[in-house]
């Protein structure tokens, strides 16, 4: 049978957009069935308080009030889980803090939950919650992590000794202890990851229901998954059936990791609705992100380079101390532990010894946010490369160049165990100095400097892990009239899923995109599947789709070939036909499922795909930046990275994605910080006081792929949903400094390099320069 092959790899524009630019898109706001009541949440303004309520029933007798529920009617509720515990290095575990659905006596971070109500509007819970007597006793906090584990610091949970929740290794601590006896150079560097905000367009919210006649439960949420959401509520917290459970996700404004995870809400509403009979909504404010979602980074890292007298390294050391939060989210122990695992990068280290510390604050639970730890890796890494070719004279791309490790090495296995199975990080690199025009970079920094001004150049080259587990099964359909229904267990969070599965669909079928409907978020109409996360959508979702495509092709031919009397050797498929070969005689799709022989299980192709191996996509990163040393602002003039893939399935889909995961990484490096007091205050709680990239902070980023394909995926395909956020804060922060050291000898600065933090750095050299006469 001859396919017809076209829509992958070719630029077809989004066709989800066109509904949402019309205003069509449904979002979890837009639901509101008859006769929902609201949900509201009463939060602590405390990081660490004892506290008791009163008038209880004084709330409760606010007109349109239906309940008021405190801790102790949730008793039979189950704490959340922590999915992926990190031993110690000793093998043994620490005892995880429980994580309750609602704080009870004790509130341990701001935005605590303490209280629900409910309501006939969102106004009557408000107004009730104002009639809530709460007595609050501040207790001691600590929001700093290396605060925290100071013998003198508040305990935040007494099972934690000193509060370390993990103490565990990667590598070989003597072998990389010889390496560094016998190093020409040691250069070291400390690094402070801040801690940042998700800010997703739209805020979580969820709709919670029951059906009197079954008795089972629905949940309408933006989520990145509802099986996994499903399976932990149900099986963990409610201490239900998996089967009474349903949960739906409809459109999604952005997650970024941070709309994976298991939150308090979700449970209390669905029991709230189970409880009064009637469906229960509930909807963040900007606010309630800020204090109510998990968020992201928070590393202090410090890390030591060995090199030998020619500038090769010889080993790494590494030292992180993590910041978990007051709880442990659902993969909040693994982030920086995964990160880890990609401490030594694109380059041949022969020897590692990485210690990583998870460590409990007052603080929001932080876990995994867009690249969950491997952006904390490249950033370390990157930032101690470059200050290794400044300490040696050696520019940024020859030391780079001189410990890639190159292709003819491949597969080759990293000192954390991890195998990188192709790769050209060189070729991405020279490629990347071309397209920056890095050989006329000097010149350049002569004309900002006669301008008055300071330029500087930044490299990252990255290489992350991806794609390592997800969808077991994926259905195609063919339906009565023609078109064709995909069942993924993905979710599109705007990422454009609806246009990249449809291609592949299209390639087998040779069909419109609009004859292909894409069906994902539903957990009684699929399966069961892993949802989004790990840049595994499209190279796990991409293979089970290509292949329910061929099943189904497969079973569609037999039909076919049937009712024309023909070998299925001589068919093909032509504009959505299967025709014989150099006949005119064909049968169109919706021909073929009106045929007597078709039925529902011939109609239905299945396509499975589990990975046992990450894939690795990798590239290089240079941003040049002008500063002004009167303000400390920077403008980014040109951004140009070279990207491998492995494979391009859209082109479109593909840059946009790194556009968007650029747009990340420099807000984290110039802007973005949650700041927190000595108290446990979330001082920058709204887009007033955290700040956001914008368009006009960004150049044209020049972008191309350099695709070396997988050989551990079917179609070499390599993730690449967070390699922009990976590769980008590195770049920035090394072009800032860049143009520090060159002006005024300024060896370092952290993220973010607001230009308050320039202008400070900038004025201390001079004031000691001024000192010293």
Not at 297 to 317: C, P, Q, Y
Request: aromatic letters at 6%; proline letters at 5%; one cysteine or more.
């Amino acid at each position: 049978m001859t396919v017809m092959k076209f829509g992958v790899g070719q630029p077809v524009r989004r066709v989800e957009d066109q509904r949402f630019v019309q205003g069509a898109g449904l979002y979890t706001s837009d639901l509101a069935p008859a006769g929902s009541l609201y949900a509201h949440f009463v939060r602590s303004p405390h990081a660490h308080a004892r506290f008791t309520v009163g008038d209880r029933d004084k709330a409760a007798a606010t007109p349109g009030v239906k309940a008021v529920y405190l801790a102790s009617d949730f008793a039979a509720l189950v704490d959340l889980p922590c999915l992926a515990p990190v031993k110690n290095s000793d093998g043994t575990q620490t005892p995880l803090k429980p994580y309750p659905v609602m704080a009870k006596d004790e509130a341990h971070h701001v935005g605590d939950i303490v209280a629900m109500i409910v309501a006939d509007s969102a106004f009557a819970a408000k107004d009730a919650a104002e009639a809530l007597a709460i007595g609050w006793e501040a207790l001691p906090a600590v929001a700093d992590a290396v605060e925290a584990i100071r013998p003198d610091a508040a305990q935040v949970f007494g099972g934690a000794p000193g509060n370390v929740a993990f103490d565990a290794h990667y590598g070989d601590k003597a072998k990389t202890d010889e390496a560094f006896a016998r190093a020409a150079h040691v250069v070291r560097i400390g690094i402070v990851n801040p801690r940042v905000v998700a800010n997703f367009m739209e805020p979580r919210g969820a709709v919670g229901s029951l059906d009197p006649e079954s008795g089972r439960l629905t949940l309408h949420v933006g989520c990145q998954g509802v099986h996994l959401l499903r399976r932990i509520l149900a099986h963990n917290v409610l201490k239900i059936p998996p089967a009474d459970l349903k949960v739906v996700t409809a459109d999604v404004g952005g997650g970024f990791g941070t709309r994976a995870f298991i939150y308090r809400e979700y449970a209390l509403i669905l029991e709230a609705a189970r409880r009064l009979g009637r469906p229960v909504r509930w909807q963040a404010d900007r606010s309630e992100h800020f204090v109510g979602d998990a968020q992201g980074r928070d590393n202090v890292t410090t890390a030591e380079m060995a090199l030998d007298s020619d500038g090769r390294f010889l080993a790494l050391r590494v030292d992180i101390i993590a910041n978990l939060g007051a709880y442990i989210s659902q993969f909040g122990l693994f982030v920086p532990f995964l990160g880890a695992s990609m401490s030594t990068g694109p380059y041949r280290i022969d020897a590692l010894h990485a210690r990583v510390r998870g460590v409990y604050t007052h603080t929001l639970p932080v876990d995994a946010y867009r690249g969950a730890g491997r952006p904390e890796a490249a950033y370390v890494l990157e930032r101690l490369v470059d200050r290794c070719a400044r300490e040696l004279e050696l520019s940024p791309e020859t030391i780079r160049l001189r410990n890639f490790v190159p292709p003819d090495a491949m597969p080759y296995q990293t000192q954390t165990n991890r195998t990188y199975d192709v790769g050209d990080f060189s070729g991405a690199l020279k490629r990347c100095v071309e397209k920056a025009d890095a050989a006329g970079f000097e010149a350049r920094v002569a004309e900002s400097r006669a301008r008055g001004l300071l330029r500087g150049l930044g490299y990252s080259s990255y290489i992350e892990c991806t794609a390592w587990d997800g969808e077991k099964e994926t259905s195609l359909l063919l339906e009565k009239d023609g078109t064709l229904t995909l069942l993924i267990g993905t979710q599109s969070t705007g990422q454009g899923h609806e246009t990249a599965y449809a291609q592949v669909v299209s390639e087998q079928f040779d069909v419109p995109l609009d004859r292909i409907k894409v069906v994902q978020g539903d957990s009684d109409r699929i399966s069961h599947g892993e949802g989004t996360g790990g840049s595994r959508s499209i190279p796990i979702g991409a293979v089970t789709t290509a292949r329910a495509s061929k099943a189904l092709a497969e079973s569609l031919a037999g039909l076919a070939a049937d009712k024309l009397e023909a070998a299925r050797a001589d068919l093909e498929i032509v504009g959505g036909r299967f025709r014989i070969v150099g006949t005119d005689r064909s049968l169109s799709l919706d021909e073929i499922a009106a045929l007597p022989s078709a039925t529902p299980e011939r109609l239905r192709g299945a396509g499975s795909y589990a990975p046992d191996m990450a894939t690795y996509p990798n590239g290089t990163h240079i941003c040049e930046v002008e500063i002004d040393p009167e303000t400390g602002t920077v403008q980014i003039l040109r951004y140009t990275v070279v990207d491998d893939f492995g494979f391009t399935l859209n082109p479109l889909l593909l840059e946009g994605q790194v556009h968007g995961g650029i747009a990340q990484g420099v807000g984290q490096a110039l802007m973005e910080k949650a700041v927190y007091d000595g108290e446990g205050q979330l001082l920058s709680a709204s887009l007033m006081d955290y700040c956001l990239p914008r368009a006009d902070d960004f150049p044209p980023i020049e972008f191309e792929t350099r695709n070396v394909p997988s050989t551990t995926n079917p179609m070499g395909l390599k993730g690449a949903g967070e390699a922009g956020a990976i590769g980008s804060t590195p770049a920035v922060v090394n072009a800032v400094a860049d143009a520090l050291w060159r002006a005024y000898g300024v060896a370092d600065i952290d993220m973010p390099a607001t230009p308050q933090a320039i202008f400070r750095a900038i004025r201390q050299v001079e004031t000691a320069k001024r000192a010293s006469g």
